[in-house]
C-alpha cells in the first residue's frame, strides 16, 4: 500500500477510497444467493434469505418504537439475535450502540439516563426499569424484551451506530459514525482480505467494541458467512486455532493480547486461514516464518471507524524481532503527525497523530466534546477540513510509515481497551464511603498494564503507608462496588487506602510517587505440591501479586482474560497438556488449578 506525502512534513495520504454501501450489499446478496450460508452457530447454520426474513421481522416489531436517527441499545451477545437485531436496525433507519451483553447495571443506567436511547434491546431482568416493554421473537438462548424510553440525546444527521469509549467524566463518551465513513473502510477491507463468496469470517471481538462491527458487516456485505466464536476462544489461544481449523475459518481479527500469545505458539498446520487482522493495542513483535497467513497489524480509534493505518506482513517471512509498525493510510485517511500547536512535523521528529479523510466520525454525541477533539485541520493539508486528535505519540518514517510511541495523556490500554483513570475514579466516587479516588497504570510483571486504585475514604484512610489500618472500609468491598460500572477490563487490581496523596511540582497528584511508595506485599503462602508452587508462581507473575496463595481464586484476585490465555499457554509449555479456560476459571482456587493439572499430566503419563 503506497503513501504520497507532499514534502518532508510528517503528512500521509491514503490511495483515493471507493464508496461503499452497507444495508444494501447485504439485501442483494440475499436476493442473489438467498441459500448460501450467512451466519453458522455451532450446528446452526441461517442462510442469507434465512437470515433477512428474520431482520424484517424484528425491525417490524421495533417499528414505531424506534424510527430513523433514533439510537437502539443492544445489549446482546454474538448470536443470531445479536445479527439479526443489528441488520434491523439499519432497516429502520436507526442508529445501533452495541453495548455488550453484560455492561452491568449501573453503567447501563447511566448510560440510559444521559444518552436516553429510544429503546433497549436485551434480557429482561438486564433493562433499567420503567418503560414499555415487549417481546421479540428471536432464536435466543432466553426471553428478549426491548425498553423504550422518553427523548434521547442529539445524534448527527446520518449515524449508523454509535460506540462508547472511555470518557474522563466518568460516562462514557458516544462516537458517532456514519453510513459513508462504514461503508468506505468495509470496501477497502474487503479489497484487502479478498472476502467473498465461499469465505469465511470469524464473529469473535467484544459485542461492545467497534472492531466486531468490522467482522459483523463485511461477512453479510461480501456473501461470505459469518462464523459464532465459542465463548472459550476467546480466553485460550489453543482453543482458538483448534476452532479455526475446526470451522474452516479463512478471514479473522483478534485483539492484541490474544494475538500475540497465539503468535508466540507454534504455528498450526491444516489451517484454511488466509489474513489475520490484529488491533487494539501495540503488537510488540512479528510474526514467525512459519505462520501461514497474511497478518495485518491495524491501527484506528473508534473516532475514524475501526482502522486507519495498516501493516502487512507476509506469510513465510522473517520480520524480524522488534515491534511491527502501525503503517500507512488506509484508502481515504489522511494522517499527520503535529507538534503542540498542530502544525506538521519533519520526518522522524515525534508528535501527536491527527486523523482526518474519508474514515472520520461525525463526532461524539456531545458538542462540547467533538469541537474540543475533532478541529480544523492546518493550511496545507489536503482531502480533509477537520481532524481528529489521537493523544498517541507517533513518528513519521521517511517512506511514510508510521511507528506507535505511547500515549501523550493518562489514557492507557488494558488488554487492548482504551481507559481513561478519571471513568474508573468517578466510578470509586460515587461511593458514599470514598472522598476521592486515584487510579495509576503500572506494568505488570508479565507484560501488559495492570490498574492500581489509589482510595481516600470519608472516615479517614488509614496510616498514610496504605494499608489502611485506621479505617473501617474494606478495600475488598469498594472494588466489588465498582464492578458494575466499568468494563472488566477497567477494574482496577488492587485498593490501596490513603489518607493523602504526593503532589508534583504543578500541585497536581504525582501517580508515579504513589506507585513508587507502592509497599512490596508478602509472599503468599507457597504450596503443598510442586505442581502448587508452579501454578503460584505462573499466577503471582501473570496477575502482578507477590501475596496470592493456593487458597485464592483466579478472576476475584485480579485476573483476566490476558492473563488466563497467558496462564494456560504456560501450563502447555511446563507440562505438555491443554487445558480450557472454561474449566480453569470453574476452580475455587489456585489449588484446585494445580491439582486439575496434576490430574490431567497424570493421565497423559498413564496414557504414554
Known amino acids: 500500500m503506497e503513501s504520497q506525502t507532499t ?17 444494501d450489499l447485504f439485501t442483494g446478496w440475499a436476493h442473489r444467493t438467498p441459500d448460501a450460508p450467512a451466519l453458522i452457530d455451532g450446528e446452526h447454520t441461517y442462510s442469507y434469505a434465512e437470515l433477512d426474513r428474520l431482520a424484517d421481522r424484528t425491525a417490524e416489531a421495533l417499528r414505531g418504537k424506534v424510527g430513523p436517527g433514533d439510537l437502539l441499545g443492544v445489549c446482546l451477545g454474538h448470536s443470531v439475535s445479536l445479527v439479526a437485531v443489528t441488520l434491523a436496525a439499519a432497516k429502520l433507519g436507526a442508529v445501533h450502540l452495541p453495548l455488550g451483553p453484560r455492561p452491568g447495571e449501573r453503567r447501563l443506567r447511566a448510560v440510559a439516563e444521559q444518552l436516553r436511547p429510544a429503546c433497549l434491546v436485551g434480557e429482561p431482568d438486564l433493562l433499567p426499569p420503567g418503560g414499555e416493554q415487549l417481546a421479540l421473537d428471536l432464536p435466543t438462548g432466553g426471553a428478549v424484551a426491548a425498553l423504550t424510553s422518553g427523548e434521547q440525546a442529539v445524534v448527527p444527521a446520518g449515524t449508523h451506530y454509535a460506540v462508547l469509549t472511555s470518557g474522563s467524566t466518568g460516562t462514557p463518551k458516544a462516537v458517532a459514525v456514519t453510513e459513508p465513513a462504514l461503508g468506505a473502510l468495509l470496501q477497502w477491507y474487503r479489497d484487502l482480505t ?11 471481538i467484544g459485542v461492545a467494541f467497534d472492531p466486531h462491527l468490522m467482522e459483523l458487516w463485511a461477512g453479510l456485505t461480501s456473501g461470505a458467512a459469518l462464523v459464532i466464536a465459542p465463548e472459550a476462544v476467546r480466553w485460550d489461544p489453543g482453543a482458538l486455532t483448534d476452532w479455526w481449523r475446526d470451522a474452516d475459518v479463512t478471514v479473522s481479527v483478534l485483539p492484541t493480547p490474544l494475538a500475540e500469545p497465539v503468535l508466540n505458539r507454534p504455528w498450526p498446520t491444516g489451517l484454511a486461514l488466509r489474513h489475520l487482522t490484529v ?28 482502522t486507519t493505518t495498516v501493516h502487512t ?3 513465510g517471512i522473517d520480520h524480524g524481532d522488534g515491534a511491527p509498525p502501525i503503517g500507512l493510510p488506509i484508502p481515504g485517511a489522511v494522517v499527520l503527525v503535529t507538534d503542540e500547536d498542530g502544525r506538521p512535523v519533519p520526518h522522524g521528529v515525534a508528535g501527536e497523530l491527527r486523523i482526518g479523510g474519508r474514515g472520520l466520525a461525525a463526532g461524539y454525541l456531545d458538542p462540547e466534546l467533538t469541537a474540543r477533539r475533532f478541529v480544523d485541520a492546518p493550511e496545507g493539508v489536503d482531502g480533509t477540513d ?17 511507528e506507535f510511541h505511547g500515549r501523550l495523556d493518562d489514557q492507557v490500554k488494558v488488554s487492548g481497551v482504551r481507559i481513561e483513570p478519571a471513568e474508573v475514579e468517578a466510578a470509586f466516587e460515587r461511593d458514599p464511603r470514598v472522598r476521592r479516588a486515584v487510579v495509576a497504570a503500572e506494568q505488570a510483571p508479565a507484560g501488559g498494564v495492570r490498574l492500581l486504585a489509589f482510595v481516600q475514604t470519608e472516615d479517614g484512610a488509614g496510616d498514610g ?21 466499568l468494563p472488566e477490563q477497567a477494574v482496577p487490581s488492587a485498593v490501596r487506602l490513603v489518607d493523602r496523596y504526593p503532589l508534583d511540582a504543578n500541585g497536581k497528584v504525582d501517580r508515579r ?17 510442586p505442581v502448587e508452587r508452579v501454578v503460584l508462581k505462573l ?22 482474560s490476558l492473563a488466563a490465555a497467558r496462564l494456560l499457554e504456560a501450563l502447555e509449555s511446563e507440562y505438555g497438556i491443554r487445558l480450557r479456560a472454561p474449566l480453569v476459571l470453574r476452580q475455587p482456587d489456585l489449588r484446585a488449578v494445580a491439582r486439575l493439572v496434576e490430574e490431567r499430566t497424570a493421565a497423559l503419563t498413564a496414557t504414554a
Open 7 to 23: 514534502d518532508i512534513r510528517s503528512i500521509g495520504y491514503g490511495r483515493p477510497h471507493q464508496d461503499g454501501a452497507v444495508l
Open 194 to 204: 479478498g472476502l467473498g463468496p465461499g469465505e469465511r469470517h470469524s464473529l469473535l
Open 279 to 306: 488491533g487494539g493495542d501495540r503488537l510488540r513483535r512479528a510474526p514467525g516464518p512459519d505462520v501461514t497467513a497474511t497478518v495485518h497489524n491495524a491501527y484506528g480509534p473508534a473516532e475514524a471507524t475501526v
Open 313 to 315: 506482513m507476509a506469510p
Open 386 to 402: 477537520r481532524v481528529y486528535r489521537t493523544g498517541d505519540r507517533v513518528v513519521m518514517r521517511p517512506d511514510g510509515v508510521l
Open 465 to 485: 503507608t496504605g494499608a489502611g489500618a485506621d479505617s473501617g472500609v474494606d478495600p475488598a468491598r469498594l472494588l466489588d462496588a465498582v464492578r458494575p460500572w
Open 513 to 529: 510517587a504513589l506507585l513508587a511508595a507502592e509497599p512490596s506485599e508478602p509472599a503468599g503462602e507457597e504450596g503443598d505440591t
Open 539 to 560: 499466577c503471582r507473575e501473570l496477575i502482578g501479586r507477590a501475596d496470592l496463595g493456593p487458597t485464592d481464586n483466579f478472576l476475584a484476585s485480579g485476573g483476566n
